[in-house]
């Protein structure tokens, strides 16, 4: 059975930091990759970064530079580091956590956190 557990979301002025933990509990050792998205009102989901189980990462252009995404050395926590916050990176943020197919048949979502980013 996996869960996925997230934490760090609130309220933030703009140029502040906020830091996102996903943690992900049964079939670790299936997880290919880890990743955040996140989605504003009237919004499409949209990649924000992305860290495979080799620690390579993949970032939108909108965060590269700001955002760092990282993985703890057990591979089940992804964090999502953010810093000099603007108000347009208002939105849920959802952690999303790939496995590989011979073990599980889909992927899985968090149930997401609301940033906010006050000008």
């Known amino acids: 059975q996996v869960q996925l557990v997230e934490s760090g979301g609130g309220l933030v002025q703009a140029g502040g930091s906020l830091r996102l933990s996903c943690a992900a509990s049964?079939?670790?050792?299936?997880?290919?990759?880890m990743g955040w998205y996140r989605q504003a009102p009237g919004k499409q989901r949209e990649l924000v970064a992305t860290i495979t189980s080799g620690r390579i990462t993949n970032y939108a252009d909108s965060v590269q530079g700001r955002f760092t995404i990282s993985r703890d050395n057990a591979g089940n926590t992804v964090y999502l580091q953010m810093n000099s916050l603007k108000p347009e990176d208002t939105a849920v943020y959802y952690c999303?956590?790939?496995?590989?197919?011979?073990?599980?048949?889909?992927?899985?979502w968090g149930q997401g956190t609301q940033v906010t980013v006050s000008s």
């Open positions: 049964g079939s670790i050792f299936a997880i290919t990759a």
């Open positions: 999303k956590v790939e496995y590989d197919r011979r073990w599980l048949g889909r992927d899985y």
